[in-house]
């Protein structure tokens, strides 16, 4: 229960798995029936990147300060823009201040029928949660350890819906944790879309984490990873990925357009890359590209 998010916020994993978000919620809105996301490890919500946590590390200034401040093609601003205009609507004198975390950014986003739940156990970061959703009926801010909220919250009663799992990683364990995590949310709920962050630093299981995903025989699985720099030389984050069961038929091809530009303005070293592949294709089989 240390981890505390302004540290992080805004930064080059940020930008991926709101960018993302902020496509998935557009999506849902194809259809007039309400959605609820469901955001199981929600932070504060809305950070200050002023502070003196954030200017401590400053890791916005690579992330979201780089990406607003870029020049970018038109199919990519496109794609960016319902996630950019929330970050500018937070700021509409300019500059980068205010930054959305998840719940902020869905809530955002929302038609009145939709809804948002959000879960958090740090004490302090829960109660500032609840006081900045206070009296808002789409919202429903729940003091809860967010693995709990994938069997206890699931299914949502409108049957459509995100969830989103975006778990600190401090403790030994948390990819296979990741992984029945899914499991037993998508035996409850299998028509969601689930979005589920991931860290790529040096040592990270990510290829036995990526088979005992594909073991799972999701039929639907995307994944997208951005590393900004190589891990040899830090033994902090160097990359970011996302896995997305169930995603949007548009969602592939957008990310096709989306990493590279990413690559191209976040990248911080030669070493930077990226990739968008089916872990498991809509065929039920083990696809990569």
Known sequence: MNYRHIYHAGNFADVLKHAVLARLVRYQQNKDKAFRVLDTHAGIGLYDLSSEEAQKTGEWVDGIGRL???????????????????????????GIKLYPGSPKLARMLFRPQDRLSAMELHPEDYN???NLFEGDFQV???????????????PPKEKR????????????????????????????????????????????????????????EIPKMLCAELSVKSDRETTG???TGLIVVNPPFTLKDELHALLPVLKTVLGQDRFASQRAFWLRGEDGGRTQE
């Open 68 to 94: 607003m401040e870029a020049e970018l093609p038109a199919d990519v601003a496109d794609i960016l823009a319902p996630y950019l205009d929330a970050v500018r609507e937070l700021n509409p004198k300019g």
């Open 128 to 130: 500032r949660l609840h």
């Open 140 to 154: 429903r801010v729940t003091e809860l350890d967010g693995w709990l909220a994938l069997g206890a919250h699931l």
């Open 161 to 216: 819906g995100i969830v989103l799992v975006d778990p600190p990683f401090e403790e030994n364990g948390e990819y296979e944790r990741l992984v029945k995590g899914l499991a037993a949310a998508y035996r409850r709920f299998s028509g969601g879309t689930y979005c589920l962050w991931y860290p790529i630093k040096k040592g990270a299981p990510i290829k036995s984490f990526h088979e005992e995903l594909q073991a799972l």
């Open 237 to 239: 984050l160097s990359g």
